[in-house]
């Protein structure tokens, strides 16, 4: 039995769900739904299973709540991919199904189809990587424009352009070092809407003119983006 990792199943109020127990350096009990709503517990080495389910239980209407709430939330990670046709994934923040495909010259989007080009008899692991090359790519260059069209209407005459690169964050959407004239965009965004990746972009080029966030800062973003409040929000709707 391998007991640095524990699975099992248990019943919150009317829904049976699975956990599983990571032994790890940490001091305190951590909880967190996995894609498949099952609860990924990471807890220090020396608690045993059945007090960490004690704590479940007694924390079980809050976590059911969290539960429901996961359920709800459009959910963008690729790790449960399995890397066939038709299968789908979230793409500028719609369902789009995946197609690889030999015989295409490249790989595009079309009519809610990803199409993915591959090499023949290629393998899970080539098929995650064009993939990942090409969300990446489709993000990049669609940041890249924003960028610069929020730059040339509302910040050429205030601000020399940014440096822009692209980072995998696990919890923010972007970050702007106003000392190295330097913003940093997740590449994760590809997911979500179009207008959410925008209001990014908003944000961190505000910072370039308020650091903090103040209310200042939100002026700023309200003088070019006056329902920011609004779009904002759309991130609540995700979830890795």
Excluded at 16 to 37: A, H, L, M, P, W
Excluded at 108 to 115: I, L, M
Excluded at 185 to 209: A, G, K, Q, T, W
């Amino acid at each position: 039995m391998n007991l640095r990792q524990q699975k099992g199943r248990l019943m919150l109020f009317d829904e049976e769900v699975s956990y599983t127990i990571e032994r790890k350096n940490v001091k305190n009990i951590n909880f967190r739904f996995g894609t498949d709503s099952e609860i990924k517990i990471s807890a220090p080495c020396y608690v045993k299973e059945d007090f960490i389910i004690s704590v479940i239980m007694k924390n079980r209407e809050a976590l059911y709540k969290s539960l429901l709430s996961f359920k709800n939330k459009k959910h963008f990670s690729l790790d449960a991919l399995q890397y066939v046709c038709s299968e789908e994934i979230y793409f500028f923040g719609r369902r789009a199904r995946l197609m690889f495909d030999p015989s295409i010259k490249e790989s595009c989007f079309s009519e809610g189809v990803v199409f993915i080009k591959e090499s023949e008899g290629s393998k899970i692991s080539k098929r995650k990587k064009a993939l990942s090359e090409y969300l990446d790519t489709s993000i990049e260059k669609m940041l890249l424009k924003l960028s610069e069209e929020i730059y040339e209407g509302f910040f050429k005459e205030r601000v020399p352009m940014p440096n822009i690169i692209f980072k995998a964050f696990k919890s923010r959407w972007g970050s702007c070092c106003k000392s190295k004239n330097l913003i940093t965009y997740n590449r994760d965004l590809v997911f979500l809407p179009l207008e959410f990746s925008r209001y990014v972009v908003v944000h961190e080029f505000c910072h370039l003119i308020v650091f903090d966030h103040s209310k200042a800062f939100y002026a700023e973003v309200e003088k070019i983006m006056p329902d920011y409040k609004r779009i904002r929000n759309f991130a609540k709707e995700y979830s890795r």
